[in-house]
């Protein structure tokens, strides 16, 4: 665990969005259905728009997990897919390790289907191993607001920080001069209150 937490670091992150399947997403209730499906989308959209490697892994998806989310996947087509077959601890399949490994990253970005477990577990493992790890809390949801917010303290406790998909894009931009564009349309698109204000940056 770093000893001092700080911002993330483009050029050292890496994103897992984990088990974010058609199946799992009837679970969850911290939510309702289009706003997280909506967080989620603008995760992976944020990813891409800075360039962040991403790994999408999925659990057991020929049962009634279903498959991975078909949007995300058109948003990242070039990203890696895990198919894990049974180990409910994404950090446990030996092929999601190595690909993760083998970005060289030291921050992770993750996001996942059941906040509480497929989001927990791995977090938990990273920490461990010495990652900063940073859970996206509006692209992770579970059963129920108290599921969530026990998760939420066990990994904070850990180490990890807590974020939103808006605040990963803001801290990966840094400085409205470096371009705006691209991330003004990602915004519109994901937060059409704030579009206005966007606007107004464009000009």
Request: charged share 20%; aromatic share 8%.
């Amino acid at each position: 665990m770093s000893a001092t937490p700080g911002f993330i670091r483009k050029e050292d992150a890496v994103v897992l969005m984990l088990d974010h399947q058609t199946g799992l997403f009837s679970l969850v209730r911290d939510f309702q259905p289009d706003e997280f499906r909506n967080n989620v989308l603008a995760l992976g959209a944020t990813a891409k728009y800075f360039g962040l490697p991403t790994i999408l892994a999925t659990s057991m998806d020929q049962g009634p997990n279903g498959v991975l989310l078909p949007q995300l996947r058109e948003i990242l087509p070039d990203a890696p897919v895990i198919k894990r077959p049974g180990e409910i601890n994404a950090w446990d399949n030996p092929e999601f390790l190595s690909t993760l490994k083998a970005t060289g990253k030291k921050q992770i970005i993750v996001a996942g289907i059941v906040t509480d477990v497929c989001v927990a577990m791995p977090t938990l493992s990273a920490l461990a191993e010495g990652y900063e790890v940073f859970v996206v809390v509006d692209a992770s949801g579970t059963f129920s607001n108290v599921a969530r917010d026990a998760a939420h303290t066990r990994m904070a406790n850990a180490g990890a920080q807590l974020i939103n998909w808006f605040a990963v894009a803001c801290e990966l931009q840094r400085d409205w001069r470096n371009g705006v564009e691209g991330l003004a349309a990602l915004f519109e698109k994901h937060i059409p209150d704030y579009g206005n204000l966007i606007s107004g940056l464009k000009r």
